[in-house]
Nanobody, 122 residues
């Protein structure tokens, strides 16, 4: 499975961005998906996860109520809608995929994209 993120950029605090992750090379609907992020000098952290069907989602505590994960299985694409962004959201955002939803939620998904940079200025 190949994953390519897009949609990152620079935005002021309080703004919004939508990230996309285009998947290829597998049956997209069979893969659980997630977003992780890694800020400067920080470890990679779970942001949000979604089951293959899209009927189950999970969020990291720091983004609950501000970020929304979704997927379009017909387009083989994962999304992350990010609202009310703060400078603390500055990070490289990575797309992650695995056949196991559990593996996704514990950060052990098999497939990773190269990431897209999000920078939030105050």
């Amino acid at each position: 499975v190949q994953l390519v993120e897009s949609g990152g950029g620079s935005v002021q605090a309080g703004g919004s961005l939508r990230l996309s992750c285009a998947a290829s090379g597998g049956t997209f609907s069979t893969y659980a998906m997630a977003w992780f992020r890694q800020g400067p000098a920080k470890r990679r952290l779970f942001v949000a996860g979604i089951s293959g069907s899209g009927d189950s989602t999970r969020y990291g505590d720091s983004v609950k109520g501000r970020f929304t994960i979704s997927r379009d299985n017909a387009k083989n694409t994962l999304y992350l809608e990010m609202d009310r962004l703060t400078p603390e959201d500055t990070a490289v955002y990575y797309c992650n995929a695995d056949l196991s939803y559990r593996n996704i939620l514990i950060g052990k998904g098999n497939y990773w994209g190269l990431g897209t940079q999000v920078t939030v200025s105050s």
